[in-house]
């Protein structure tokens, strides 16, 4: 069910990616954007739909869990590598 939502995510990014940064060079292309993430997503969503609600919750309670951890860890380090880079000290 993970890999469900994450399809969901992967669709979404694509799209907002796509809209925000138009003029971003793109090694591929996409043939009839915005269809295939819009499918993607109904898709997913569609799957989503027909777990039950305490596979819902777990997956709900892991992503919690790994947004908490990004942002109350892993972002400071990363905020923290970037002004040593940008200072020019070593990693």
Do not use: C, N, W
């Not at 027909?50 to 972002?75: K, M, P």
Request: aromatic content about 10%.
């Amino acid at each position: 069910m993970l890999t469900i939502a994450i399809y969901v995510f992967v669709g979404v990014t694509v799209i907002v990616s796509r809209i925000r940064d138009r003029g971003t060079h793109r090694p591929f292309r996409m043939p009839l954007f915005p269809l295939p993430p819009l499918l993607a997503i109904v898709g997913a969503a569609l799957a989503l739909s027909q777990q039950s609600t305490r596979d819902l919750i777990i997956v709900a309670v892991i992503y919690a869990a790994g947004l908490a951890y990004y942002f109350l860890y892993l972002r400071s380090k990363t905020t923290a590598m970037e002004a040593l880079r940008a200072s020019g000290g070593h990693e």
